[in-house]
C-alpha cells in the first residue's frame, strides 16, 4: 500500500495550499483517511479526518476553520485545503489510512504516507 501525499511548499503568511494524498488502496471507500503534521522539535499531531462509511469530516481545534479536508473516491484521493496560513502551520504533513474506526486512525493509523514539507514564512 502506498499513500503519496504532494502539493507542499513555501507560502507566505495568509497563503493558501492544498495538499493531495493518493492511496493505491483497492477499497479507498472503505478507509478513513485523515492527515497529521508534525512540527520541527514537536510530535506527530492530528490534523483532520474524513469517514470512508458517511464522508463525516472532523477538525482539530487548532485548525478549525482554515482547513477542510475532502476525498474523491473515484480517483483514491484525499485532500487538505489549507487557508490562511500561520508559520506555526509550519511542518511536514502526513496522510494516513485506516479502515478500523475513526478512533484508530486517529490514535494509530494503520497505513501511513511519506510526508509532505509545508513552510510558511515571508
Known amino acids: 500500500v502506498q499513500l503519496q501525499a504532494s502539493g507542499g511548499g513555501l507560502v507566505q503568511p495568509g497563503g493558501t495550499l492544498r495538499l493531495s494524498c493518493a492511496a493505491s488502496l483497492r477499497t479507498f471507500n472503505n478507509y478513513n483517511m485523515g492527515w497529521f503534521r508534525q512540527a520541527p522539535g514537536a510530535e506527530r499531531e492530528f490534523v483532520a479526518s474524513i469517514s470512508g462509511s458517511n464522508g463525516a469530516t472532523y477538525n482539530a481545534d487548532s485548525v478549525k476553520g482554515r482547513f477542510t479536508i475532502s476525498r474523491d473516491n473515484a480517483e483514491n484521493t484525499v485532500f487538505l485545503q489549507i487557508n490562511s496560513l500561520r508559520p506555526e502551520d509550519t511542518a511536514v504533513y502526513y496522510c494516513?489510512?485506516?479502515?478500523?474506526?475513526?478512533?484508530?486512525?486517529?490514535?494509530?493509523?494503520?497505513?501511513w504516507g511519506q510526508g509532505t514539507q509545508v513552510t510558511v514564512s515571508s
Open positions: 494516513a489510512a485506516d479502515i478500523r474506526g475513526i478512533g484508530w486512525l486517529k490514535r494509530d493509523p494503520y497505513y
